[in-house]
């Protein structure tokens, strides 16, 4: 790993002052940035890296005004072992119950999760091995290259690769609102495809809060997560459901921002769940795919994906 | 065959051979974290050096520039290919054999290979950066990681002339002979036996079928790399001598010392634990090189090979296209074997290609006619430096065989084994192999098994249901000699072994036996590694305990006539007490006064009269002498030596799966074996050496994949969320029985099982069984649900 300095916040007023240099990266669980930083994937180095999870009051689970407010800072393991979280949003505790092995939930925040860079073994690759689009280059090298666990709802910005997080598919279903240190996002609008980021998140702005309203009367959730290991993988597909008079379906890992699956939502809507209507919904889901021929296989699991999520949420 | 040759071969009761669990010293270092291997070794005053690592499948550097590299504060030297102490310092080309080359080149013929220069640094951070400075004209040369393509008539030759000869005898045969000439990237290895022509005009059925055997990383788990440093002492006489960490070949001190030329017994090590690695005793650059940098720079230097740089192959891809022609019975008349096999870069073995065809499973079965023609394809993809857990390679053609005999006969595929299995002691016996039968029951019994057609099973959860089925050898195959030692000092037995140990526990296995036979406690043995001792414990594959036991079954009885005759004579003749003035309180008498040596014996930790064991002394009492025994042998060589004309121990696998067929999902429900090994020397080392085979079994067949971007050859899957190693999370359960039928020829009727279980198939198999389709290994939900036509 190259060298940097590291400091340790006391206060969201001092990350935001040191992240308007531009040279400096934000540090919460760390489990997504050390191993970019290890792997030396990007164009650039931070000179500065700054914690959060040293800035008091980042890391709590409360609900205040039926709405539910999670720190930025809170790990995962905490969210997915949250008694009140695990019955009345219970696809959050799922996501992150979910996420990689019992270490790095133990270590990565809710923040982290959701603002984590997306995969894609091209842009993963150390040394900055391929300077693809996502880093300002001009090519996507996974679009002529391997894409088997890339795109089927086509490039943003020119770039296949997914969105990786479990807990964003589950704070979209939720409907959710993150907090920043300037405004509330709605979940759904926080995904973004930058260079490099994934968010729409300016370079000093600060995550806060995850803020997720109680879902209404008789709604019920679930996640659903489809992954080759059980025990660590980032998912081939995976997928949120909120049931209930609105429903909501959002995919993730099949696009480079959370797919919500509206089409699916529609099927749904003011029906009793049924193996058939679920069926219908999943087929739903993915009547827009543009699959590559390597992904092809990701269709039919995420068609499936939605079909059990939304039977395990009815 | 039984331990018919050595001393209390036929033993029957046992009190520490076959026990489970008990606390080995240096298995309780390995797992408590304790032990130091190679990268762990930091010295005061070191250094660090880095290779710089080839971002090119295949490269040339025409020139390198190290002026601004040099000028980074910390830099300490930067050697390159044109530097003299580089060029002249040479390493094996080839494991085992091949002629020796220079240690960096500057050429780079795989992805991440170490070419052309290395850094020298305070720091690792500053020869990465050093390394980003280096400016390196490459001249960029087309490559191949796509055998199939390489093997076409217009594919780019990636290989300078005068190749490694593919049809000469390697160091364990190999090939036929009258092979045609090397044509661009392939080599042709042509074995035939018996008449093929005349076993399928013999046969009822003909059936063809392709499979492909996946590519495996060992993925070893400690990071290999050694730190060296020069230092004088008159005390070991004239001139420097070596000290070097984390090299922990089989041969050293001897590889240092010849490649540095300096004298074995001026090489010193501290560290004999190279952490696990299945059958791959290659040394990579980062271990050899650290003396010279050491020497140049004038300090201790460290070089440690990153995770990146260590998915070198276990296992090498091979395609074949296998005939098969068979009775109604279901007995195999006749077999052709095509293969197209990887040849990997430059140095790669022969395990996996031309190796295999003398190795393999088929001269198993009764079928004496026998074509293999093999392409081999030089390739960019990797290195394999020796062999894998999955050795023989080609064995699943033949479980393929069997499963694919037993569904167009409707039959049981174990029935369709036993038909073609020869018995004991050739092709042509007629006899059953006894320990296959028993096996065989026991693996029924224990799976509950009821064979089903294909896609004749489905679970109340809606899955499909398959099963299969697989047999192998318990093998061992080596034929070195063991030059044991076993010391009495101060009342306490010492095992001294050179090493090394390589995540494994047959100094433990050893010690045991030891202790069996000179009637002690395992803990009241002493294991001390120190690489200039003689004796090593392991021969390759299963030797390594069961061999290396019977040797030191000799030897641990030939410490023992010596203790008992000690006994009597100091007995006879009691030495003063109480140093040289001597002493007024006279010893007690021992009770063996004026006995025969034969009239004693040892147990419990005591010296014992035979006829009244209730008479007895301590040893550390009843002898106050020194003593030492050595002896220099081995047993009789091993059946596995027949490459499979003759049979003792045996192994039966048994795998079940569940198929979801909406998303392509395989889960292994349980894996069940039943090993006869002969004799259990150490069943823990055992049992958890048959979880791992399934382990590598379940990830080779599920999970890992070694992916390649076709445009530049740069591996894809070389970190470990891409190359998908299963977790102990993911890994499915092993049910296991262990018989011991005492057939096996080394200690006490052992044989073992390493080489033996792991395979490529069995789980392939039954998602066969499952879903009525061939799916190739890693069977990734994307080819599973092509097969079933869901993508």
Redesign the interface.
């Known amino acids: 790993?190259?060298?940097f300095n590291h400091t340790n916040a006391t206060s969201i007023a001092e990350i935001k002052t040191a992240l308007a240099d531009g040279k400096t990266t934000l540090i919460a669980g760390g489990t997504d940035l050390v191993g970019t930083l290890k792997d030396n994937i990007l164009r650039d180095y931070p000179s500065t890296v700054i914690n959060l999870k040293t800035v008091p009051g980042m890391d709590y689970i409360k609900e205040e005004g039926g709405v539910l407010k999670i720190g930025a800072a809170t790990h995962l393991a905490d969210i997915a072992a949250d008694p009140n979280i695990q019955k009345k949003y219970t696809a959050l505790a799922q996501a992150a119950s979910r996420v990689a092995?019992p270490h790095i939930r133990d270590m990565g925040t809710i923040a982290g999760n959701i603002a984590q860079l997306h995969?894609c073994?091209?842009f993963?690759?150390?040394?900055n091995?391929?300077d693809c689009k996502r880093k300002g280059g001009n090519t996507c090298?996974a679009m002529?290259?391997?894409n088997?666990y890339h795109s089927i709802f086509g490039a943003v910005g020119g770039c296949i690769a997914v969105h990786p997080s479990d807990t964003a598919p589950a704070l979209i279903a939720l409907n959710a609102k993150v907090v920043t240190d300037r405004r509330q996002i709605e979940a759904e609008n926080f995904f973004d495809v930058k260079q490099p980021g994934n968010t729409v998140l300016e370079k000093d702005e600060v995550i806060t809060e995850i803020q997720i309203p109680a879902p209404p009367k008789g709604a019920k959730s679930a996640f659903i997560k489809?992954a080759?290991?059980?025990?660590?993988?980032?998912p081939?597909v995976n997928c949120a459901v909120m049931t209930g008079k609105n429903p909501r379906v959002c995919l993730n890992a099949v696009a480079p921002k959370p797919y919500r699956a509206i089409k699916a939502e529609e099927v749904i809507k003011g029906k009793k769940i049924s193996e058939k209507i679920a069926e219908e919904a999943g087929t739903a889901a993915v009547a827009d795919a543009r699959p590559l021929n390597?992904t092809?296989?990701?269709?039919?699991?995420a068609r499936?994906m939605v079909k059990r999520a939304i039977l395990a949420a009815s | 065959m039984a331990d018919l040759a050595g001393v209390n071969g036929q033993r029957e009761k046992f009190r520490v051979v076959g026990m489970p669990n008990l606390p080995g010293r240096l298995s309780y270092a390995m797992a408590a974290g304790i032990a130091k291997y190679g990268a762990d070794y930091i010295v005061p005053d070191m250094l660090h050096a880095k290779f710089l690592r080839s971002p090119y499948a295949n490269a040339r550097i025409e020139s390198i520039d190290t002026a601004r590299a040099r000028k980074i504060p910390g830099v300490i030297d930067i050697l390159t290919f044109e530097d003299e102490d580089i060029k002249n310092l040479l390493e094996q080309g080839e494991m085992m054999s091949g002629p020796l080359k220079s240690i960096l080149t500057n050429r780079a013929d795989q992805e991440g290979a170490e070419v052309g220069a290395i850094v020298i640094a305070e720091s690792e951070d500053i020869c990465d950066k050093a390394l980003r400075q280096l400016d390196i004209k490459w001249d960029i040369l087309p490559h191949v990681v796509d055998i199939l393509e390489g093997r076409r008539a217009d594919s780019p030759v990636i290989r300078p002339p005068a190749p490694k000869s593919q049809d000469t005898a390697g160091p364990f045969g190999m090939g036929g002979g009258n092979n045609p000439p090397k044509k661009g990237n392939v080599s042709y290895s042509n074995v035939n036996a018996g008449d093929v022509e005349a076993g399928f005009k013999e046969a009822d059925h003909i059936i063809e079928y392709d499979l492909n055997m996946p590519a495996f990383s060992g993925h070893i788990p400690n990071p290999i790399g050694s730190v060296a440093w020069w230092f004088q002492n008159t005390y070991h006489g004239e001139g420097l001598n070596i000290h070097v960490e984390g090299v922990g070949s089989p041969n050293d001190p001897g590889t240092i010392a010849n490649m540095y030329k300096v004298p074995p017994e001026k090489v010193f090590q501290e560290c004999m634990l190279i952490g696990g690695k299945y059958c791959d005793w290659g040394l990579r650059k980062s271990q050899l090189i650290t003396p010279l940098l050491a020497k140049r720079a004038g300090r201790p230097v460290r070089c440690v090979n990153s995770r990146y740089d260590q998915y070198d192959f276990n296992l090498n891809q091979r395609f074949m296209h296998i005939k098969i022609g068979f009775k109604k019975s279901g007995l195999i008349t006749a077999i052709d074997d095509f293969s197209i096999a990887d040849s990997g870069v430059e140095g790669s073995s022969i395990f996996g290609t031309t190796m295999d065809q003398n190795y393999g499973p088929y001269f198993t079965t009764r079928c004496q006619n026998v074509k293999q023609n093999m392409d081999i394809v030089d390739s960019n993809r990797g290195k394999m430096y020796l062999s894998g857990q999955h050795n023989p390679m080609n064995w699943d053609s033949i479980t393929l065989a069997i499963h694919l005999i037993a569904e167009k006969l409707g039959k049981d595929p174990v029935e369709i084994a036993r038909i073609n299995l020869h018995g004991p002691e050739s092709q042509t016996d007629p006899n059953p192999v006894p320990s296959f039968e028993a096996c065989i029951a026991a693996a029924k019994k224990m799976m509950d098994w009821k064979w089903h057609n294909t896609g004749g099973k489905r679970l109340k959860d809606g899955r499909m249901h398959g099963a299969s089925f697989r047999y192998q050898q318990c093998p061992r195959h080596s034929g070195m000699i063991f030059n044991c030692k076993l010391e009495l000092k101060n009342g306490v037995v010492h095992l001294d072994s050179k090493g090394p140990v390589v995540g494994n526990y047959i100094m433990e296995a050893n010690m045991m036996v030891v202790a069996e036979e000179l009637g002690l406690n395992y803990e009241d043995i002493r294991g001390r590694l120190d690489s200039h001792e003689t004796y090593k414990p392991w021969g390759g594959g299963s030797d390594g305990t069961t061999a290396s036991g019977w040797a030191l079954k000799e030897c641990a009885n030939i410490l023992k006539k010596q203790i008992l005759e000690k006994a009597v004579e100091e007995a006879n003749t009691p030495s003063p007490q109480g140093g040289v003035m001597g002493s007024k309180t006279k010893p007690a008498a021992s009770p063996f006064k004026g006995m025969k040596p034969e009239e004693l014996d040892m147990v419990d930790g005591k010296i014992v009269v035979k006829n009244n064991p209730g008479i007895g002394v301590p040893l550390k009492e009843a002898v106050r002498s020194n003593l030492f025994a050595t002896y220099s042998g081995r047993p009789p060589l091993s059946l596995w030596n027949e490459r499979g004309k003759k049979l003792d121990t045996m192994n039966v696998a048994m795998c079940e799966v569940a198929v979801d067929a909406e998303t392509g999902e395989v889960e292994i429900i349980r894996f069940g074996v039943v090993a006869d090994t002969g004799k259990i020397m150490r069943r823990t080392s055992l049992e958890s050496q048959i979880e791992q085979v399934m382990f590598f079994s379940e990830g080779c067949q599920l999970y890992e994949d070694y992916i390649y971007d076709s445009k530049t050859g740069v591996k894809l899957s070389a970190n470990m969320f891409e190359y998908k190693k299963p977790t102990i999370l993911d890994h499915a359960p092993v049910a296991m029985e262990l018989l011991e039928t005492r057939a096996g020829n080394a200690a006490y009727g052992s044989n073992g099982i390493s080489h033996s279980l792991a395979n490529t198939h069995l789980v392939i198999a039954a998602i066969y069984n499952a879903i009525g389709k061939w799916v190739d290994p890693p069977a990734t939900p994307d080819k599973v649900l092509k097969a079933l036509g869901k993508a």
């Open positions: 790993m190259r060298p092995t995969r073994w091209y993963r690759k150390p040394e091995r391929f090298f002529t290259g391997d088997r489809f080759l290991r059980k025990s660590i993988d980032f081939i390597a092809k296989f990701k269709v039919q699991i499936v």
